[in-house]
């Protein structure tokens, strides 16, 4: 299990710089949280990240 939200946090950046800029918002939130899933995060914890870094990330 992963060990904190900083670390969901760094690979959803990383993730982030290397996706499409011309994703639909519910398409790369669904990928995003599916790469924190597969890697062992809750669904709650992956979904406020990912929703976080969006928000932040302006995408």
Do not use: C, Q
């Amino acid at each position: 299990m992963p060990g904190n939200e900083h670390a969901a946090i760094d690979l959803v950046r990383r993730k982030l710089r290397a996706m499409p800029t011309d994703l639909d918002r519910a398409k790369l939130t669904r990928r995003l949280v599916d790469m924190l899933a597969r890697r062992g995060y809750s669904p709650s914890t992956a979904f406020a990240v990912v929703k976080a870094e969006l928000a932040d990330a302006d995408r």
